[in-house]
């Protein structure tokens, strides 16, 4: 893995997803011209967030001919990007897709879909039942989408399982309390991603969305945090952005090699005291 890697936080168009096509188009050669060779759009970027009752109709499968034009532009600058999948058994997923070379390379459901709060994810998508690393020409990568990040054990496994980077999709809506004048949501997601990076010493590259929806607000502040913790680019907030940053295999080995613990993770002793802890 030696690449630049680019963040589009951009703003979709909620059901629409002619026009979010031709903005990922768009974005994807402003990426090219800077270098990149991979490109990373938030959480549901073809179709909008706030769906409700459109997910059916803005549904695709990875065979659907709309996909058409973002295969080819593949063939420039890999890409991940969010869209509502229909599943084989005609399930509804919130789902991430990376595209190389004019092909599509994986696809991840979003293991767990938030209904608290103001989440009401799970009235409409269908929950994945796994997650797995995947090998990129770039290197190998897991894909997590926004709340799955929140569960230790999913970038864990794909850790375990030889990711050297996590692409997280994400859609994180703004969320002010008290009396501060920072953005205290900002603040505990790069905390996590710092923690993540450097306890799995590998890569937390994290594209959050911007603009509104429904009276909901999307933040931005898009990261990408190095196997050490140290957040090596950062995104604006509450505008669109492109941010561009170098990822590179030399800064795992550094990190697992200076820092032996995850090296020194015991997975089989996982497993056994797990089956352990579920018998009781």
């Known amino acids: 893995m030696n690449l630049k890697v680019a963040l589009a936080q951009i703003d979709s168009k909620v059901?629409?997803?002619?026009?979010?096509?031709?903005?990922?188009?768009?974005?994807?050669d402003r990426a090219k011209r800077r270098g990149a060779k991979l490109i990373l759009f938030p959480e549901l970027s073809l179709t909008g967030y706030s769906l409700k009752d459109l997910v059916w109709d803005v549904a695709l499968q990875r065979s659907d001919s709309v996909l058409s034009p973002l295969l080819k532009k593949s063939?420039?600058?890999?890409?991940?990007?969010?869209?509502?999948?229909?599943?084989?058994?005609?399930?509804?997923?919130?789902?991430?897709?990376?595209?190389?070379?004019?092909?599509?390379?994986?696809?991840?459901?979003?293991?767990?879909?938030?209904?608290?709060?103001?989440?009401?994810?799970?009235?409409y998508f269908s929950a994945g039942r796994g997650v797995s690393a995947f090998d990129s020409k770039h290197g190998r990568f897991g894909m997590l989408i926004c709340e799955d990040l929140w569960h230790v054990s999913l970038p864990y496994l794909l850790a375990l399982d030889g990711a050297e980077g996590i692409l997280c999709l994400t859609a994180s809506?703004?969320?002010?309390?008290?009396?501060?004048?920072?953005?205290?949501?900002?603040?505990?997601?790069?905390?996590?991603?710092?923690?993540?990076?450097?306890?799995?010493?590998?890569?937390?590259?994290?594209?959050n969305r911007?603009?509104?929806?429904?009276?909901?607000?999307?933040?931005?502040?898009?990261?990408?945090?190095?196997?050490?913790?140290?957040?090596?680019?950062?995104?604006?907030e509450f505008n669109e952005d492109l941010v561009v940053a170098e990822l590179s295999s030399h800064e795992v080995m550094r990190a697992r090699r200076f820092s032996r613990h995850f090296l020194d993770e015991k997975p089989d002793m996982v497993v056994r005291e797990l089956r352990r802890i579920l018998r009781k």
């Open 15 to 28: 059901g629409n997803v002619d026009d979010n096509l031709r903005h990922h188009l768009e974005v994807a």
């Open 210 to 236: 911007v603009g509104f929806e429904d009276g909901v607000n999307f933040w931005g502040g898009s990261t990408v945090t190095s196997p050490s913790g140290e957040t090596i680019a950062q995104g604006k």
């Open 173 to 207: 809506p703004t969320r002010l309390a008290g009396e501060t004048s920072s953005l205290g949501i900002a603040e505990v997601n790069h905390e996590q991603h710092r923690a993540y990076a450097r306890l799995l010493s590998l890569y937390v590259v994290w594209c």
């Open 75 to 123: 063939k420039d600058i890999s890409m991940a990007v969010g869209f509502v999948e229909s599943g084989e058994n005609h399930a509804i997923y919130n789902a991430a897709m990376f595209l190389e070379d004019g092909v599509v390379k994986h696809v991840h459901r979003k293991v767990y879909p938030p209904t608290y709060g103001m989440f009401e994810e799970g009235r």
